[in-house]
C-alpha cells in the first residue's frame, strides 16, 4: 500500500511570495490533515478535512493560510505571502474515516522563506 | 487542555546499550489515545504504537517496549540493544475524543558506534 505522498519536498521562496504545497492520501482513507511543524518543536494541526468538507480550521492562519480538497483526494495548502516565520516543514497525514484512527504521515516539505 | 511533556530533549547513548524514552501526559478525557512516532533525517513520522486509555498491558515488539501507567499518567518508551539505525527524534503524542492529535516536543536519540 502506497503511503501519503508529498511534493515537492524542499522550497525556497523569499518573503511576500506565495507557494502551495500538495498532498495525495492513503488510497481510501477520507481524512487527511495538515501539520506545521517548526524546528525543534512538535507538529500543529493546521487543518482538518473529512472527505472534501473542513472539520477543523481554528488553527489555520486565515489570512494568508488556505487549503482546499476539492475532490476528497488529494489536498493543497497555500501559502500568500510568505512571511520569515512561516519557514517549517509541512506535513501532511490521512486516517480512516472512523474517529481516533491513527494518522499516517506524509514525508513532508521542507519551507524556507527568506 | 491536552498537553504531553517530553523532557528529555536529547539523549545520547552507545550502541547495544537500553535506553528509555520518557513520556507524560495531561487530559480530562476519559478515553483517548497515546502515541508514540519515530522522525528519521529524512522527516517522515513514522507510526510506531498506539494505545487507549483503557488498556495499560506493556507491549513489546522486537528490542521495542512501552509502559503505560495510568496513575502517573506516563507512556514511556524503551530501546533494548539501542542501534545506530534507531537514531532520530521520537515525538510522543496525545488523540483526544476530538480526533485532535497533541505532540509532545520530541527527544533527539543518537546512537554511537
Known amino acids: 500500500e502506497a503511503g501519503v505522498a508529498q511534493s515537492p519536498r524542499y522550497k525556497i521562496i523569499e518573503k511576500r511570495q506565495s507557494v502551495a504545497f500538495w498532498c495525495n492520501p492513503i488510497s481510501g482513507h477520507a481524512t487527511l490533515y495538515w501539520y506545521q511543524q517548526i524546528l525543534g518543536q512538535g507538529p500543529k494541526l493546521l487543518i482538518q478535512f473529512q472527505n472534501n468538507g473542513v472539520v477543523d480550521d481554528s488553527q489555520l492562519p486565515k489570512d494568508r493560510f488556505s487549503a482546499e480538497r476539492l475532490k476528497g483526494v488529494d489536498s493543497t495548502l497555500k501559502i500568500q505571502p510568505a512571511k520569515l516565520e512561516d519557514s517549517a516543514v509541512y506535513l501532511c497525514a490521512s486516517s480512516r474515516q472512523t474517529l481516533q484512527e491513527t494518522q499516517y504521515f506524509g514525508p513532508g516539505t521542507r519551507l524556507l522563506v527568506l | 487542555a491536552q498537553k504531553v511533556t517530553q523532557a528529555q530533549t536529547e539523549i545520547s547513548v552507545v550502541e547495544k546499550e537500553d535506553v528509555t524514552l520518557d513520556c507524560v501526559y495531561e487530559t480530562r478525557d476519559t478515553t483517548y489515545y497515546l502515541f508514540w512516532y519515530k522522525q528519521p533525517p529524512s522527516g517522515e513520522l513514522v507510526f510506531l504504537i498506539r494505545r487507549n486509555s483503557f488498556d495499560e498491558q506493556n507491549e513489546i515488539s522486537g528490542r521495542y517496549s512501552w509502559n503505560f501507567q495510568k496513575s502517573t499518567s506516563s507512556f514511556n518508551f524503551t530501546i533494548t540493544a539501542s542501534q545506530v539505525v534507531d537514531s532520530a527524534v521520537y515525538f510522543c503524542?496525545?488523540?483526544?475524543?476530538?480526533?485532535?492529535?497533541?505532540f509532545g516536543t520530541g527527544t533527539r536519540l543518537t546512537v554511537i558506534p
Open positions: 503524542a496525545l488523540m483526544d475524543g476530538a480526533n485532535n492529535l497533541f
